[in-house]
């Protein structure tokens, strides 16, 4: 099998011994796969899409308790509930999160590093929250200094991900 995802597609490589990546069993056991360029494209995209839908829920788990403490359903919950309800949130964050990091992931074929990933991760996190915070939430005025502070996180990936 040559891809990892079904939608994916695999151009035919061929090895220096003259067999290609299109054989079956036997073969594709024993060469390793070899991603084009565009599904490695793709798989990176696939990635960060995936990171920011696991961040919405990922917000809404550790934040959302915050906001919705007025709510006349909220209110009757003790602090029990509201942790089995933020588990239950996270549950959905780790659905998106643990294959966007298995598709990034430069060992299976992804374009991303570990620690690439993880600072894919944690600026997405601060950005997703700061929309999250200002639409949805609508309980925090984001100031010079929160703008400062996401640029110096800009400069953070660029740092990240320069091959110095």
Aim: hydrophobic share 50%; glycine share 6%; charged share 15%.
């Amino acid at each position: 099998m040559c891809t990892i995802l079904p939608f994916e597609r695999c151009k035919p490589q061929k090895f220096p011994d003259g067999f290609s990546n299109t054989h079956s069993f036997p073969v594709d056991l024993y060469f390793q796969y070899r991603p084009d360029p565009e599904t490695t494209t793709m798989k990176g995209f696939y990635a960060i899409v995936l990171l920011a839908i696991s961040n919405v829920f990922m917000t809404l788990a550790w934040y959302g308790h915050l906001n919705w403490k007025d709510a006349s359903w909220f209110q009757k919950f003790g602090l029990p509930a509201i942790v089995l309800i933020s588990w239950g949130l996270a549950f959905f964050e780790y659905i998106f999160q643990v294959p966007a990091n298995r598709i990034g992931y430069s060992g299976n074929g992804g374009p991303f590093s570990q620690v690439e990933l993880k600072t894919i991760q944690e600026f997405l996190s601060l950005v997703v929250f700061a929309l999250m915070s200002i639409f949805v939430f609508k309980n925090e005025k984001l100031a010079w200094n929160h703008f400062l502070g996401f640029g110096l996180m800009v400069l953070a990936v660029f740092v990240v991900f320069k091959k110095w």
